[in-house]
């Protein structure tokens, strides 16, 4: 079993930063995601961390967003640049028991409670 907490959410203006903070209860052998979903959207993938953490991102947010792990506090970020409006959506921590991410949110078994972003043109 795995628990996941996000925080970090908010409201920032175009061209802002937000880091999000994704608190796991245990990470041995999972792989872990954030995705996303705009109102009236389907949830999509924004980027996932292999076992291994080495990372896979969406095109959409290539070059602006990363994605890490620290080992000692259990806990998986999202760091946000260059935030646009249409990055606007609810953001969740997700974790699955594989060695490789996926883009599919139906393949992860966990899943955090969720966090607003809203970023203002």
């Known amino acids: 079993q795995v628990q996941l907490v996000e925080s970090g959410g908010g409201l920032v203006q175009a061209g802002g930063s937000l880091r999000l903070s994704c608190a796991a209860s245990g990470r041995s052998s999972v792989a872990m995601a954030w995705f996303r979903q705009a109102p009236g959207q389907e949830r999509e993938f924004v980027v996932g961390l292999n076992w291994s953490s080495t990372p896979r991102y969406a095109d959409s947010v290539k070059g602006r967003f990363t994605i890490s792990w620290d080992n000692t506090k259990n806990t998986l970020y999202l760091q946000m640049n260059s935030l646009k409006p249409e990055d606007t959506a609810v953001y969740y921590c997700?974790?699955?028991?594989?060695?490789?991410?996926?883009?599919?949110?139906?393949?992860?078994?966990?899943w955090g409670q969720g966090t607003q972003v809203t970023v203002s043109s």
């Open positions: 997700a974790a699955r028991n594989a060695y490789a991410t996926s883009t599919y949110d139906v393949d992860y078994a966990y």
